[in-house]
């Protein structure tokens, strides 16, 4: 029994001596996770990640049948890692549903019960986002969640929610891309917020040749998922958004969001009331992109060895190139330091802490264009300079 205790004690060392070593590497550790072409997919898109209560991590993206477009044969997929990234299962199909669109995944973890909500929008695959704007096509986008109890391992059949996360009047709906968030302090907490975007009739003017405007909303949950209610908008101009909770102990949210008002910056919104209601946007005059998703999540609180740090990912340029993560000591105030990933062709991202400190970056990579592969960093706060 002494020597058999003694084997599992020098694994276990030995395992964190191994994330010790990942943590302090001087250059971030990649790998390519899903490659277009493989799999039977012909692209793979929106990358998003999120961490279980027991560790393990969930990696999702959509599986594009046909071409890399946005609509068609789109499904969900999924890979799991038990051992902080280094290793991962083969990626399974949570949700195909014929020739139709399946995607845009945004999980949150309830941390009171350990459940994963599963939040993401569907479409029919003939159905484009610009006649789904204007009301010309057979259907529209619903918003739909699924549920694990089991840390990953098994989900529940999607569960249609339009019907309260959906003003009847909008058209374009999507939810993130990336991942929600469970509210820590305040009144509001533990509330389930998921950060989405949509479009809406304006007839005040023509929009990116359209009568239509983008905003961004959020849906909450204070059941712990059992429903989920349509929080406040954010317009105008403003599109997919990431939102983290900022470290004042009042459960403050903000908004870190995609902006059309041509100036290539990333806009940001505040609401100290859960989501319910939101400020008007502003420049976020530090952040520059080229109209792209980004990632946004907390890394520590004040209360923790690390401080207030707070994480950032997106193509650092006017076009989709050089994929950059940036970090903040004031809950994304301001910016201190920076990595560079890579600087070709890149664009949706997704970011995700791990338990021992070494944070994670899914995103998408290629040579001749952003969408030929979605890779894996494997990343510690030394890499950001």
Request: with cysteine; glycine share 10%; aromatic share 10%.
């Amino acid at each position: 029994m002494i020597n058999f205790l003694i084997y599992l004690l020098s694994f276990y060392f030995a395992d964190t001596t191994q994330l010790e070593g990942d943590i302090q590497s001087d250059t971030p550790i990649e790998q390519d996770l899903f490659v277009a072409g493989e799999g039977g997919y012909h692209t793979y898109r929106i990358p998003s990640l999120l961490v279980a209560a027991d560790g393990s991590v969930l990696a999702f993206v959509e599986g594009r049948k046909s071409g890399s477009g946005d609509t068609g044969d789109i499904d969900l997929l999924m890979k799991k890692s038990t051992d902080g990234g280094r290793t991962w299962s083969e990626q399974k199909v949570l949700w195909d549903d014929g020739n139709s669109v399946c995607g845009n995944p945004n999980p949150v973890l309830d941390e009171v019960t350990g459940d994963i909500h599963l939040l993401l929008t569907w479409n029919r695959g003939e159905d484009h986002e610009g006649d789904i704007i204007t009301k010309k096509s057979k259907g529209t986008r619903r918003v739909f969640v699924m549920k694990s109890t089991d840390n990953g391992e098994s989900w529940s059949l999607p569960s249609d929610i339009t019907e309260t996360t959906k003003e009847p009047s909008w058209g374009w709906y999507a939810t993130g891309p990336g991942m929600g968030i469970q509210i820590k302090n305040g009144p509001d907490k533990g509330r389930l917020v998921i950060p989405a975007n949509h479009s809406y009739d304006e007839p005040n003017g023509n929009v990116r040749g359209g009568p239509f405007e983008y905003g961004a909303h959020v849906i909450y949950s204070d059941d712990h998922g059992a429903t989920w209610k349509l929080g406040g908008a954010i317009q105008p101009k403003m599109n997919e958004s990431q939102l983290i909770e900022m470290a004042d102990g009042n459960g403050t949210l903000l908004m870190n969001m995609r902006s059309y008002y041509g100036k290539n910056k990333r806009a940001l919104s505040v609401s100290r009331d859960g989501g319910v209601t939101w400020s008007d946007p502003v420049e976020a005059t530090t952040l520059i992109e080229p109209v792209c998703q980004a990632a946004f999540i907390r890394y520590s609180w004040p209360e923790d060895k690390s401080g207030d740090l707070v994480l950032f990912s997106n193509p650092a340029s006017t076009k989709r190139e050089n994929m950059t993560i940036k970090l903040s000591k004031d809950s994304g105030r301001t910016w201190v330091a920076s990595k560079v990933l890579y600087t070709g062709p890149s664009a949706y991202s997704a970011l995700a802490a791990l338990p021992n400190g070494a944070f994670l970056c899914l995103y998408e990579k290629g040579v001749e264009n952003a969408y030929e592969k979605v890779v894996l960093a494997r990343l510690s706060l030394d890499n950001l300079k």
